[in-house]
């Protein structure tokens, strides 16, 4: 079965094709570079939902097939859930200056009240219209300042209180059992293995 990935972020698409791999489907896996686009769908949904829903019917007529997008983005509570789904864009100039605009506006925020969790939404479209949306959610604290040069986004300071170690500290095997992505990559398993046995 051939799955175009909606997205021109390297760092999803390694994580999306490492969960395919770890969970052995035969599912071939194509980026949007791949399958010949440098284009992207304007994410105009006002949830995760609708952004992925958006995107992944989007690249299902691009690629001519099933198709996999996702949306996901961190939420800070005492931020009122900023900058959810603007996360990747939030500051305009990129994920080093979407850190250092967190931590401005967290300045002086104990720790105590720096709750934050990332959510995923994870769609599966056809072109026909058949489509599945599944979210998860992971729980976590935003540290005083980055740690770590792994994973991407705003991994070096989402920490999990319980490793006391930020996602940009550990490696993607062990990323991958607790990411929001890979959350709701394992709800969506049961169709792709539905799907790839055609």
Known sequence: M??????QNEGKLREL????AEERLPIEARSLAQI???DQVEEVGKTFGQNALLKAAWAAE???GWALADDSGLCV???GGAPGIHSA???GRGDEANNALLLEKLAGVPAARRGAYYRCALALCHPSGEALLVEADVAGRIA???RGTNGFGYDPLFEIPEWALTFGEVDLARKETRSHR?????????LLRILSRG
């Open 77 to 79: 509570d005492a931020l």
């Open 62 to 64: 691009q690629g001519h």
């Open 182 to 190: 890979a959350l709701a990559f394992r709800k969506a398993v049961p």
């Open 89 to 91: 864009r939030w500051s």
């Open 144 to 146: 005083e300042a980055p």
């Open 17 to 20: 094709q490492s969960l395919l």
């Open 36 to 38: 010949g686009t440098r």
């Open 2 to 7: 051939l799955l175009t990935l909606a997205t």
